[in-house]
């Protein structure tokens, strides 16, 4: 891979900030799922998953950082993007605009 640039991201350390600052962020249950089953502590059980029957739905899911224990809730994503790009939880740490040069598009587009 001739001229690649790889960037390793630390995605684990950015979900456990948000789940260890959820309120900072305004979120409130950090560990539970908005869409499940179960109830406390995760509301989430594997075998009856967002949308078969039993499963239940939070009343306000941008309280939530998880939506179905699986994936993050719609609320989440804006925050967990962000801090990837920021480049803080990157090695190295390139800022993204770097992906962007005109050369880089160059390569990529050749092909």
Partial sequence: M???TIVYVDKY??????????SKYGFQNPLIACCGYGGSPCNYNPNVTCGQ??????????????????????????????KILSSNYSSPQVKFNFFCNDKIMINIIKS
């Fill in 2 to 4: 001739k001229n690649a």
């Fill in 13 to 22: 350390s950015v979900k456990f900030d948000l789940i260890s600052n959820a």
């Fill in 53 to 82: 029957a039993g499963y239940n739905v939070c009343k306000e899911g941008s309280r939530y950082i998880s939506w179905d224990g699986v994936h993050h809730a719609e609320a989440a994503n804006p925050i967990f993007a962000s």
